[in-house]
């Protein structure tokens, strides 16, 4: 909801009186009458009158708009936004996941989220139609259940269930790569195309499927797995088993433990160490970029071999499905430069089948941390639809 000088009559005067009176937003004015608004603010009463006229006439304009709040559940933090029909973001709200802590714990730090995203849009629960979220690990869209998440360590938690006990809201649940290709798809790089694959490279590798302008689940609602298609036989041993993966080729935390292997058993010098404030157990994104940047020898033979068998990884996806259009995202792809992408791609031909890179365009994502939140949404009124 728009602020306080959207009110016809306020302006500028009017709205710094009414946020010292304790009037934060327009939703703070909704039970208030003309003469208590004029006793808190000091404002005149014809004037007040009119603010409150003015504000009944807002909220009710409001209430015939439909928004839905998207959130993005991760092992570190949670973000909730509340989205207008049109796609645009109204507020966003962001708090940490304290995984450790027991699942009750957690889904009521992600209702709370929630409902600071809609307090912050100025706006009545009653105002939004549904709730759409992106969450980790294998799960049951349907049902709405968690069956696995490793970061978080939880089996079999009825997300969907609890989150609409606490909010009294419809809520859909899908994983959160889905839902960040999905977002891509249709309000970021993937726009106007009909089919396309989604490769996210962050801590770990994870990818969605969009098969003739709809999400491709899968049989078992496990589609896009892309992080664990073998791109090296015999290769690193990956947390799902087995070895190989492209996650444990080409993930951050493959980055960090082949920087940290160079550095401490074959003695390599890097700058890896004074930029990272020596921590050679997590080292983050943006590092890695500033790394590259200053020609760190290390780390940039690594993120090569990174391109390399990200590359392999595209390939195999091409010669596969053949989509319109390949997607890179996650913050590996996002904290470093085009000569990065440009590698993967040149490696993606020379693995490719001859001809099928043709036509198929390899795009970096748009949309950043709000691919989440803006995916959710959108899954979250066509599931509206298919419910109605």
């Not at 098969?211 to 036989?233: D, M, Q, R, S, Y």
């Not at 990956?238 to 993966?245: D, E, L, R, T, Y």
Request: aromatic residues 4%; positive net charge.
């Amino acid at each position: 909801m728009k602020d306080l000088t959207a009110i016809k009559g306020v302006g500028e005067f009017f709205a710094k009186k009414l946020s010292q009176a304790g009037y934060q937003s327009i939703t703070n004015l909704t039970d208030v009458n003309a003469k208590r608004l004029q006793a808190d603010t000091g404002i005149p009463l014809p004037i007040a009158a009119r603010i409150i006229k003015e504000v009944q006439s807002l909220i009710a304009e409001t209430d015939s708009e439909k928004y839905v709040v998207g959130v993005d559940m991760g092992g570190t933090k949670i973000l909730a936004a509340t989205i207008a029909e049109d796609g645009t973001i109204v507020s966003r709200a962001k708090t940490a996941t304290k995984a450790h802590k027991d699942p009750t714990k957690v889904i009521d730090r992600i209702a709370d989220c929630i409902n600071t995203a809609i307090e912050q849009a100025g706006l009545k629960k009653s105002s939004i139609q549904a709730v759409g979220i992106g969450a980790p690990g294998p799960l049951d869209p349907q049902d709405g259940v968690i069956i696995f998440a490793p970061n978080l360590n939880w089996y079999n938690v009825p997300l969907k269930k609890e989150l609409e006990n606490r909010l009294d809201i419809p809520t859909f649940l899908d994983n959160d790569v889905n839902v960040g290709t999905v977002g891509e798809f249709t309000h970021g790089a993937g726009q106007g195309v009909n089919s396309l694959v989604g490769i996210f490279v962050g801590t770990g590798i994870g990818g969605g499927i969009i098969l003739n302008g709809e999400l491709f689940h899968g049989t078992n609602k496990t589609a896009g797995e892309i992080g664990h298609i073998i791109v090296k036989a015999g290769g690193p041993k990956c947390n799902c088993g087995n070895s190989g993966c492209l996650e444990a080729m080409s993930s951050r935390i493959a980055i960090t433990k082949r920087i940290r292997r160079a550095i401490l058993k074959r003695g390599k010098k890097s700058h890896i160490l004074e930029l990272n404030d020596g921590n050679l157990d997590s080292i983050r994104s943006g590092t890695l970029a500033k790394a590259v940047a200053a020609g760190d020898k290390v780390t940039i033979k690594v993120m090569r071999r990174t391109a390399k068998y990200l590359g392999i990884g595209v390939a195999s996806v091409v010669n596969f499905l053949n989509p319109e259009m390949i997607i890179l995202g996650g913050g590996v792809v996002e904290a470093l430069d085009d000569k990065f992408i440009e590698r993967i791609r040149r490696f993606a031909v020379a693995y490719a089948l001859p001809n099928t890179m043709d036509g198929v365009e390899i795009a970096t994502a748009k949309l950043g941390d709000d691919a989440g939140v803006i995916g959710a949404s959108v899954l979250a009124r066509q599931h509206l639809v298919t419910t109605s």
